[in-house]
């Protein structure tokens, strides 16, 4: 025991030492190999890795001229859903926002609990009188933790992305995307809390990695839920460095560098160092600080995002008209110069749509099986609404503010280089967060450095809430010791630095690729057990009648 401790405290002390020893010695060193710099090192040596990862993640099928076999799971997975449990994403919308409120909230504190709701390790669930053992976390704060995760970078940098190259038709196969997913986020985060496991002091661990084990199991295939449970919470562990973090610091820093005109050539090292330092403050407490900050992080840059993004729209009032008749007619017949045809489109607005709100992922389900209640099937109707707050409102409002930039034409669709366009006044290639900002700083003289303090925070609570689900994975494959999760912490924070430092292009190649590698296990998990979750949404609904 004693050698144990002695470990654990130089283990703790390791993050300092590395931090001190990256940001002191190693650009001297590197740059003494050779004349690159660390940022330009770093991104060479990691290319080859994303591009690799992206071919194997995305490998097509040879219909409409190439359709990745991934997007064909996700999207067809989530028209299942929405026929099968009867277009509950429409039917319950107001349900969902009834639950959030709080007006269903004293269901949980009746005690004649029908023995349907014994939990799946054989306990009554009201005979626990530990309220910690329902949960740590209120639905407000679930959906908030779990909107961090999705309402961020995806919703400002892939969706320029998106439009960029498959032009404006791009925005309504993503709103299609997002109102199909909240069929699918309604199905996982429900087998979330019904599957999770609860730890003696009250702490949850919940997610695919336990549904599939444990739900397969029930269906009489133990080899298969585990071995389904293993690669998703491995993907896991990679979707919470690359998508979850390397691309959010990626872009976070992109903005910083272009607001603040910085040119020092470790400038993404150095801006990655800082950042990952103030994640690391945070990430220590654990799920209920995570929660407690993104709850309040989330409403304030969404409100200062979102206002801005109407006051654009709205001031080009006469011009909406004219692009969503642009989003409506090259959803069908895009224009010549983006190469694909509508098949490239599809792809373009269902590939972002899935990064940006991860519906068919399955991440999710880790920040709802956190939540106060008894009763699963209340936690997916609240899930729901993340698909519909992602990629209905904010993406399309994004979209919007891009199409209406570019309506003279200030780029061209489709002319893209390392997901860069290049404006016609200036010359300049930019792409990702940097088009988005130039399109609201169009508008808005100056606000590129408010949309820069607002992509700083939309990185950093989705950050903050992939630490969270990566630390729930890593827990399942190495174990919920201490160490375990110092481990993991110190590899997040790495990768932290490492966004910073490469390109766009590398970290969307990888990060794309990480997330959607989790829809393979997730989805062949949701086929076996969605009749599981019609079982729940029929007790749960049998209780509301009952008020």
């Not at 026929?83 to 949980?108: A, C, H, W």
């Not at 599957?195 to 549904?211: A, T």
């Amino acid at each position: 025991m004693e050698l144990s401790n002695k470990l654990f405290s130089y283990v703790k002390k390791f993050p300092f030492l590395l931090f001190t020893w990256l940001f002191l010695c190693l650009p001297q060193w590197l740059q003494a190999q050779d004349s690159r710099s660390l940022d330009e090192y770093f991104n060479d040596a990691f290319m080859p890795i994303a591009v690799w990862w992206e071919n194997l993640v995305f490998t097509e099928i040879p219909i409409l001229g190439g359709v990745p076999i991934v997007l064909i799971v996700l999207v067809l997975g989530a028209l299942f859903f929405t026929l099968y449990f009867g277009f509950i994403n429409l039917r319950k919308f107001p349900l969902s926002i009834q639950i959030v409120r709080g007006k269903y909230d004293d269901l949980e504190k009746q005690t004649n609990v029908e023995d349907s709701l014994i939990s799946s390790d054989g306990d009554l669930h009201n005979t626990i009188k530990d309220e910690g053992h329902y949960g740590e976390v209120n639905h407000f704060q679930a959906l908030a933790t779990a909107v961090s995760g999705t309402v961020g970078l995806g919703n400002i940098a892939m969706v320029a992305v998106a439009i960029s190259i498959g032009g404006p038709g791009a925005t309504f196969w993503m709103i299609v995307a997002g109102l199909l997913g909240m069929s699918t986020k309604f199905v996982e985060c429900t087998l979330g809390v019904k599957y999770r496991e609860i730890g003696e002091g009250g702490q949850v661990f919940g997610g695919p990695m336990y549904y599939l084990s444990k739900g397969i199991k029930e269906q009489g295939f133990p080899t298969i839920g585990k071995i389904l449970a293993v690669v998703f919470a491995l993907m896991c562990v990679g979707a919470s460095f690359g998508g979850g973090n390397a691309f959010q610091s990626n872009q976070a820093t992109a903005q910083i560098i272009e607001s603040l005109g910085i040119t020092h050539s470790n400038a993404g090292t150095l801006l990655g160092l800082l950042y990952a330092v103030l994640v690391g403050i945070v990430i220590i407490g654990g799920i209920k600080r995570i929660a407690n900050v993104t709850s309040r992080v989330v409403p304030f840059m969404a409100l200062l995002y979102v206002g801005a993004a109407l006051f654009i729209i709205l001031s080009n009032f006469s011009l909406i008209d004219d692009a969503f008749m642009l989003i409506f007619k090259e959803a069908f017949t895009p224009q010549a110069t983006i190469t694909g045809g509508i098949a490239a489109v599809m792809i373009q607005g269902f590939r972002r749509a899935a990064f940006s709100n991860e519906a068919g992922a399955g991440s999710a389900a880790i920040a709802h099986s956190a939540v106060q209640t008894k009763f699963p099937a209340s936690e997916g109707l609240v899930a729901l609404l993340e698909p519909f707050i992602d990629t209905v409102l904010i993406c399309t409002m994004t979209a919007l503010v891009i199409i209406l930039f570019n309506i003279d034409g200030a780029f061209t669709y489709g002319n893209v280089i390392d997901n860069n366009v290049t404006l016609h006044a200036t010359g300049e290639q930019i792409g990702g967060v940097n088009l988005t900002s130039a399109a609201f700083d169009a508008s808005i003289p100056g606000f590129s450095y408010l949309l820069a303090i607002a992509v700083v925070l939309f990185a950093f609570s989705t950050i903050l809430s992939w630490s969270y689900y990566g630390l729930q994975a890593w827990k399942y494959l190495f174990g919920k010791s201490k160490a375990a999760d110092l481990c993991f912490k110190i590899i997040f924070l790495l990768f932290t630095i490492l966004g910073s430092a490469v390109t766009l292009e590398a970290v969307i190649k990888f990060s794309d690729a990480m997330i959607l590698a989790l829809v393979f296990p997730n989805m062949i998990g949701l086929f076996f057990l969605f009749p599981k979750v019609k079982q729940e949404l029929a007790k749960y609904l049998k209780m509301i009648n009952r008020m």
